[in-house]
């Protein structure tokens, strides 16, 4: 059974840092691009950031480029999205997603996600 977990979420202060996982079960995680979103009540869903499997190509929304790191470790079947200097707007519901193709593809193409992991950021 195909599934994403993710974990890593919790709470923290302003200029914090947390790690967030996402776990791959019932397929081999490296074969595809993985992208990470973000949901608050009211805003919807963002994107956060995404990783191709082809050569490891990462993006970033513009508001996190340089405070958040996206990476892979394909042995554990992982990925992994590094926050560092959080700030109280960062406070969401984290999932990880896939689309199932080996480049990040447009936001709308994600078809599969995990049930997200709760991120807040106190000031």
């Known amino acids: 059974q195909v599934q994403l977990v993710e974990s890593g979420g919790g709470e923290v202060q302003f200029g914090g840092s947390l790690r967030l996982s996402c776990d791959a079960y019932?397929?081999?995680?490296?074969?595809?691009?993985i992208g990470w979103f973000r949901q608050t009540p009211g805003k919807g869903s963002e994107g956060v950031s995404c990783?191709?499997?082809?050569?490891?190509?990462?993006n970033y929304a513009v508001s996190m480029k340089g405070r958040f790191s996206i990476s892979r470790n394909n042995a554990k079947n992982t990925v992994y999205l590094q926050m560092d200097g959080l700030q109280p707007e960062d406070t969401a519901v984290y999932s990880c997603?896939?689309?199932?193709?080996?480049?990040?593809?447009?936001?709308?193409?994600?078809?599969?996600w995990g049930p997200g992991t709760q991120v807040t950021v106190s000031s």
């Open positions: 997603a896939t689309a199932f193709s080996s480049d990040c593809p447009e936001e709308d193409a994600y078809v599969y």
């Open positions: 990783i191709s499997s082809r050569d490891g190509t990462t």
């Open positions: 019932g397929f081999t995680l490296d074969d595809y691009a």
